[in-house]
């Protein structure tokens, strides 16, 4: 296994120990540092994300490793220098979204693909073609784990077949991490296709950069649109508020699909020890609301790529009308990829795939909501004054906001950092109930400044309009 090089002879810069990234809450959990170092190791801290572990000589070493890996490290390229590398020929460019060949709305029209995804199937299918065409050997992505085992409910894995690939259908917003396919990966030949949230896609390519026998690999990357990482801890807050205690979970799925039901209306499930299964519409859960923060790792809040902006290719759901009131799902996409672009359109041209030509307008009135909290919110954010190590954004640090929007951001923060440590007291007092009274006078406050056009809203427009 490759072991990474020794800094004080590769590098006379100034380099980061995974320590340094993970006080300074920079660590997404991707396991690139940890691949690369058979000394290393991926486990659970306390908030439920996973982090780094090793030997002090590892750990609070200054480590090349982060800055051939690390997505948040001030050491590394960042998502335009990357992008520029890969796609510097692409037909069309956009701030929001980057450079593209090309965005569409749809679906996947070949069984079982959208019937067996969250959204439309498009990423399972574009999965699935490599395969079949013998793009690639294998594709990295995440499947349901066996918990008893792993102590995990989902991990990354390696499927060969469509078969295989089917598992991993279906949105997991749950910490995973890279390492242990990596390790694979640079252990067995052959080509591979990663699918990845944009962090672990741009760890990849800062890994490719790096490791021949990785850029060798690694041939076609699919992208994920994000709006942040969950912690493990937001499954057990289901569990509590479905009356179930968490050793009887066996499985959760996010979103179960009902095409009677808009795409947008999602629902827990939770399959139990006995066979049996619980459920719940999201808004009916104390911490349902996605966009107050509840359990995100707080290295999303400086992250300023949505759509995958290094990718290959990259999916979202079609969250504008008449898509995200259909059951049955639409898929945003966005080619980056010649190559990829000639296959999809092919498809598209067979019938085996039901698409529309958009343009970045459109991709961007999808995920109005993600793109302002991670590029208005994250120049707001990095106004702030805050400990330890810094990334380098793309985004400039203003303060330029009306007052409501900067009490949103600041909510969203407090949720988000609040909402592990207050879930900890009551697991360790055995009182759900102190969490779950937390977490709805808080989403009452955030939606009251978020969401109110007279009330609370019109007292803040006009006693600090900002």
Not at 86 to 107: C, Q
Not at 266 to 294: E, I, M, P
Not at 329 to 355: W, Y
Not at 359 to 372: C, E, K, M, P, S
Request: a positive charge; glycine letters at 8%.
């Amino acid at each position: 296994m490759k072991r990474c090089p020794d800094p004080r002879v590769e590098s006379a810069g100034r380099l980061h120990s995974p320590a340094e990234i993970v006080r300074s809450g920079l660590c997404i959990g991707c396991g690139g540092c940890v691949a690369a170092d058979p000394r290393a190791s991926m486990q659970w801290d306390k908030s439920g994300f996973l982090k780094p572990a090793g030997p002090a000589e590892w750990y609070e070493a200054p480590s090349e490793c982060v800055a051939q890996s690390c997505p948040f490290s001030p050491d590394t390229a960042n998502e335009d220098s990357i992008a520029a590398g890969r796609f510097a020929s692409a037909a069309a460019h956009d701030a929001a979204i980057g450079s593209f060949e090309a965005a569409y709305v749809g679906h996947a029209s070949e069984d079982p693909f959208r019937s067996q995804g969250s959204s439309g199937g498009l990423t399972s299918w574009v999965a699935a073609e490599l395969l079949r065409t013998g793009m690639v050997d294998g594709v990295a992505h995440v499947v349901p784990a066996d918990k008893g085992a792993t102590g995990r409910l989902f991990r990354y894995t390696v499927s060969r077949s469509r078969d295989a690939l089917m598992r991993g259908a279906k949105s997991r917003y749950y910490p995973v991490d890279l390492a242990e396919v990596l390790r694979e990966i640079r252990a067995t030949p052959g080509r591979y296709a990663v699918v990845g949230i944009p962090c672990f896609i741009k760890a990849i390519h800062l890994m490719r950069a790096a490791d021949p026998v990785v850029h060798d690999r690694v041939t076609h990357t699919l992208g994920l649109f994000c709006g942040h990482m969950k912690s493990a801890a937001m499954v057990e807050s289901f569990a509590w508020q479905l009356g179930v205690e968490m050793e009887r979970v066996q499985a959760v799925d996010y979103r179960i699909k009902d095409e009677s039901r808009p795409a947008n209306w999602y629902r827990a499930h939770l399959d139990l020890d006995d066979g049996s299964s619980v459920g719940k519409d999201w808004w009916h859960l104390a911490d349902g609301d996605w966009g107050a923060g509840f359990f995100q790792n707080p290295a999303c809040d400086w992250c300023d790529d949505v759509v995958a902006e290094t990718a290959d290719v990259s999916f979202g759901d079609a969250w504008v009308e008449p898509y995200s009131s259909d059951g049955r799902g639409t898929n945003v996409m966005i080619v980056r990829s010649k190559a990829l672009h000639r296959m999809i359109e092919q498809a598209r041209a067979d019938g085996r795939l039901e698409l529309e030509s958009v343009d970045a307008d459109f991709i961007v009135r999808t995920q109005a909501a993600g793109l302002r909290h991670r590029r208005h919110g994250l120049a707001y954010r990095l106004t702030w004054r805050r400990r330890g190590i810094a990334s380098a954004k793309r985004v400039s640090p203003s303060a330029d906001l009306p007052m409501r929007r900067k009490l949103v951001y600041r909510l969203r923060y407090s949720i988000a950092r609040w909402s592990s440590p207050m879930f900890r007291l009551a697991r360790a007092l055995r009182a759900p109930r102190i969490y779950l009274v937390w977490a709805r006078a808080v989403l009452r406050l955030y939606q009251a400044v978020a969401w109110s056009r007279g009330g609370l809203g019109r007292v803040i427009d006009r006693l600090i309009p900002g």
